[in-house]
């Protein structure tokens, strides 16, 4: 027992270190808050517990790069319904303005949507985090990306089709499929937004969103699909209108990650995040089973509630006290909140001498960040006002039991903690009691069971509905394993001491910052439908136990060549969730959808790859060959770094792939780098790799710069806080570096291709020149807006400078050499501008890609910005290159993979020769429209309203001659039907009456 306490003390004192730390978090979720003010956190967090593995350094710092792409001028983010609505926006434009339609581009996918493990050690397709199964049609799928939005097949994961290509937000957390109409689907995003489709996926409608944070679970009453469920950063939601509203309904649940039916009755809802709920009425009230929260309310009196709980004593470095105590941890929110927890209705009819006992402790009182003053507070009926009874602004002493008397005895008695707190660290509260000489314990603010404060997943099972597993994390590694075998009302840790099933090892002992684990990012835990006893759970790996979770063997390993040798499955490390439907199991994780079909019997075919289809990679940075063979290598997220060759994609690099390129002189000759700038190199195109020395040891960015001579061989650049050279490949570096050190790491490094003495590199908003090779100190260039995101030397002409920034002008244009700019934001949309790249054809042909589309533009529509996005789905540009020797431009996507176009020409906007025999009738129409064409090649059409909505998409139609569309369901009015191919598009006004 005494083994148990003191565990569980050394949780409640890990847990107030780490809420303090992690605000940063609850700031990301909030939406208030600029970049600078979450890094700024964020740095004091991992300054304080390091940057290795398992403490979400990696996850922090994935965030860090689309935010710092995406923020405004002010440094804040875009919540996605601003997108949302600005798409629309920009569609309206481009349907009334038919000579901004004109230039649209040629947009095909080119992958990867397989994986092909050569050299990398953990191949997948892309990131998986959610995924929803017609149990009655297990070949009806959807699954969600994080940033390649909903995808579905028919025929069980042969084919793939995507279904939110015209949306502006197609970052997927969460999805549900109506268990009585599978043609509707649910799906959730980031800033609490909610999205509804009544097609199968063909439009969808944004709904009234839930507050801010990510949606992590949405859950559909199978007795009354009106009634919906969800949980996410923001607290646990309720819909009783198929998603059209949405009400918190537990004001105590600061956040939520998962939410089940007990089988069965779905009445019975349990629910959890870092602490755990359960309603016995359909979801109408909460309670806390396991708190002294049971005893107590929370009055915001400024700002939002933020009183949590642990559950033991909290003592530090001195003796921990005995008893039935339970600790209380005050932690502000961001705006000053001043918050009052009251104690449940006390009778003191008879009291003699009645006294409060308390203990609290706290650090860094009085700053202006942290903790400012704890008041106690007492009065004698429900509507009365309070007095003060005691007022704190520093700590007593740390750990003192305190007894305060309490005057005015009577039979109705409420006591109070207030506390008021900028943000940071707060106080804790322990052994609060209520005593009186004559009555003896009149109030004890105990607690019912034993949980940690990590977050929590649950499982449940039709095979006894009774039980309910609990399965928690601690600091991003396994913490406990909880059973309950009365429906949730209580709970029994299963003993795993020393056990880390979270990590990336074969024998659950990973402990230290080489692989603990990243949950609960990844993490999740399912039971088998027949088979209680039947249990799995997932990290990095997949574990099965069959003695109800008292025992875990591993069933998957992150690696293909450990998972083969060791006989059991590979699955792509880091797993976000498990699910079984049926007796078939599946699993989403960072390399795509995996099932098990026969989940009770382990070997090396346990998981079968569902992936191939999916064109969901999320690149960083790619490099395309020059020559006239195609060979581009392009470094992903989770996914390592891939090469296509002759059509064939192989994964040659693992980890998170970053920049690299293909050796202008010889194809087989790729570079390649992970995160903070590891240097790796390939002499047979990819079918091995080396790594080379960084500079002088150097560590650089999350994506470090790393790029090729344009006219010297083996001449490689290297971005660290300096700019280092080789002249061998990579096999050592000229010393000193070439630059001064520009007192942090550099993002964007870019050589004249015309002129290799001339070179540019951005650190942030700072721009620096040397026009001597870094001869000398280079030279900060000012003039223009914002961060920088992308730097496009022209061709030919190396005082010709493009920049992508965050600053309202978005782009920034150079004649001489970086001394004047220009914006060029003309008539661009409200998006970010992440991509420049200029294309030589005589006229500066400039191209800019942006979080949502590509858009170009010359001197010969000056001022004047073209779409180029036809076919292109919407989703983040994260680089553009140009390969002249055949004209074609390329696109990494952060989500859809890579894409390729022709080149603007003027061919491009020949759209009446194109689509001169295609006709449309009746026109006006009050029911169906028919499509008539003559020629034989895929069409896409869609549909959108005077206001820029889509409310019809069909993709890749061969009509032969004919193709009907039913518009009775429309509203009467004005629309426009856009048609394209992969070289040209068509909008045509409709009239529907």
Not at 319 to 333: L, W
Request: charged content about 15%; overall charge negative; some cysteine.
């Amino acid at each position: 027992m005494k083994k148990n306490y003191y565990y569980a003390l050394f949780i409640c004192v890990l847990t107030l270190f780490t809420v303090h730390a992690q605000r940063y978090k609850e700031m990301i979720e909030a939406g208030t808050y600029s970049v600078q003010q979450i890094q700024q956190a964020a740095e004091e967090h991992f300054a304080e517990v390091g940057t290795g593995r398992g403490v979400g350094f990696k996850s922090y710092k994935r965030w860090e790069f689309k935010a710092l792409m995406d923020m405004d001028e002010n440094g804040m983010l875009k919540p996605s319904d601003f997108y949302y609505h600005e798409y629309e926006r920009l569609q309206q434009e481009l349907n009334s303005n038919r000579s901004l339609a004109a230039f649209q581009g040629s947009w095909e996918q080119l992958g990867p949507d397989y994986k092909n493990g050569t050299s990398g050690w953990n191949p997948g397709v892309g990131r998986v985090t959610s995924i929803a199964v017609q149990e009655s049609n297990q070949n009806h799928i959807i699954v969600g990306s994080p940033g390649g939005g909903v995808w579905k097949t028919t025929d069980g994961g042969v084919n793939w089709t995507v279904l939110t290509d015209n949306l502006s937000n197609i970052d997927v957390y969460a999805l549900a499929m109506d268990p009585v109409n599978s043609n509707i689907y649910y799906w959730g995003s980031t800033n609490g937004n909610i999205f509804k489709s009544i097609d199968a996926g063909a439009t969808w409608n944004l709904l009234a969103d839930t507050g801010s944070g990510t949606v992590n679970k949405i859950l559909i009453d199978p007795t009354n699909t009106t009634k919906l469920y969800c949980t996410s950063s923001g607290g646990i939601f309720k819909s009783t209108d198929t998603g059209v509203t949405w009400s918190k309904i537990n004001p105590l649940a600061n956040n939520g990650y998962d939410i089940e039916f007990k089988p069965g009755d779905t009445n019975t809802i349990y629910a959890s995040g870092t602490e755990y709920f359960v309603s016995r009425d359909g979801g109408n009230t909460f309670d806390y089973p396991f708190s002294g929260f049971k005893s107590w309310t929370q009055e915001s009196v400024t700002g939002s509630r933020f009183w949590t709980i642990s559950n033991s004593n909290q003592n530090g470095s001195v003796t921990p006290k005995t008893g039935n105590g339970m600790a209380m941890f005050f932690y502000a929110s961001y705006d000053h909140p001043v918050t009052r927890l009251v104690s449940e209705e006390l009778n003191l009819q008879g009291a003699t001498n009645p006294q409060l006992n308390f203990s609290f402790t706290n650090v860094n009182w009085g700053s202006n960040t942290f903790l400012n003053e704890m008041r106690v507070l007492y009065k004698t009926s429900l509507g009365g006002a309070w007095t003060e009874l005691a007022n704190y602004t520093a700590e007593v002493t740390s750990w003192t039991d305190i007894t305060l008397n309490l005057p005015n005895a009577s039979s109705t008695y409420y006591i109070a903690f207030e506390a008021t707190n900028n943000y940071g660290r707060g106080l804790t509260l322990d052994d609060v009691s209520v005593t009186d000489a004559t009555l003896g314990t009149v109030f004890q603010s105990g607690f019912e069971g034993s949980m940690g404060s990590g977050v929590k997943m649950m499982a449940v099972s039709p095979a006894d509905d009774t039980v309910v597993f609990m399965l928690e994390e601690n600091s991003g590694a396994f913490g406990k394993l909880y059973k309950s075998t009365d429906s949730g009302a209580t709970f029994t840790e299963i003993d795993h001491t020393g056990r880390n099933y979270f990590g990336y090892s074969s024998n659950s002992t990973d402990t230290d910052d080489a692989g603990v684990g990243q949950a609960p990012r990844d993490m999740d835990i399912a039971i088998h439908p027949t088979d209680i006893n039947d249990v799995h759970i997932a990290g990095v790996n997949t574990w099965r136990s069959t003695d109800g979770g008292i025992t875990f063997s591993i069933s998957s390993q992150w690696t293909p060549g450990n998972a083969s040798s060791s006989n059991i499955g590979y699955c792509h490390a880091d797993v976000d969730l498990l699910q079984f439907v049926g007796s078939n199991l599946y699993v989403g994780s960072d390399g795509g959808i995996f099932i098990a079909e026969n989940p009770t019997v382990v070997n090396t075919n346990y998981y079968r790859d569902l992936s191939s289809g999916l064109g969901i990679r999320e690149f960083y940075r790619i490099g395309v060959s020059q020559t006239a063979a195609e060979v581009v290598t392009g470094g992903a997220q989770d996914n390592g770094s891939s090469i296509l060759i002759g059509g064939v994609w192989k994964d040659w690099l693992g980890a998170d792939g970053m920049e690299g390129f293909v050796d202008k002189d010889n194809n087989d000759v790729i570079y390649g780098t992970v995160q903070f700038g590891s240097l790796y190199k390939s002499t047979n195109g990819g079918n091995s790799s080396f790594g080379l020395s960084e500079p002088e040891g150097k560590s650089g960015n999350w994506v470090t710069p790393f790029e090729q001579d344009p006219t010297a061989a083996n001449t490689i650049y290297a971005g660290y806080d300096q700019v280092y050279k080789s002249t061998n490949g990579g096999t050592s570096w000229v010393l000193p570096a070439i630059s001064q050190d520009f007192g942090g790491n550099i993002n964007h490094l870019k050589i004249a291709p015309s002129n290799n003495q001339i070179m540019f590199a951005a650190r942030g908003s700072n721009l620096y020149k040397t026009e001597n090779g870094g001869a000398t100190n280079w030279v900060q260039k000012t003039g223009f807006a914002g961060s920088i995101n992308s730097i496009a030397i022209h061709p030919s002409d190396p005082n010709k400078i493009a920049l992508a920034t965050t600053g309202a002008g978005k782009v920034y244009v150079s004649t001489d050499g970086g001394d004047n700019w220009t914006s060029y934001l003309y008539n661009l949309p409200a998006f970010s501008a992440s991509a420049v790249v200029w294309q030589d054809n005589g006229n500066d042909g400039l191209y800019v890609g942006m979080n949502y589309g590509v858009f170009y533009i010359d001197s010969t529509f000056p001022g004047a910005w073209q779409p180029f996005s036809n076919n292109l789905p919407n989703v983040r540009i994260t680089e553009l290159e140009v390969k002249t020797i055949d004209n074609k431009l390329y696109a990494a996507s952060y989500g859809r993979g890579l894409w390729k176009s022709d080149l603007y020409s003027e061919a491009l906007s020949v759209e009446d020769i194109v689509f001169e025999n295609l006709t449309i009738h009746p026109n006006p129409t009050s029911s169906q429209l028919n499509f008539s064409w003559d020629k034989n090649e895929p069409i896409t059409i869609k549909i959108f309203n005077v206001n820029g909505k889509l409310v019809y998409y069909a993709k890749d139609l061969i009509l032969n001659n004919s193709y009907t569309i039913d518009v009775s369901n429309l509203a009467t009015g004005i629309y426009f039907a856009k048609l394209n191919t992969i070289n040209s598009s068509v909008t045509k006004k409709l009239s529907v009456n």
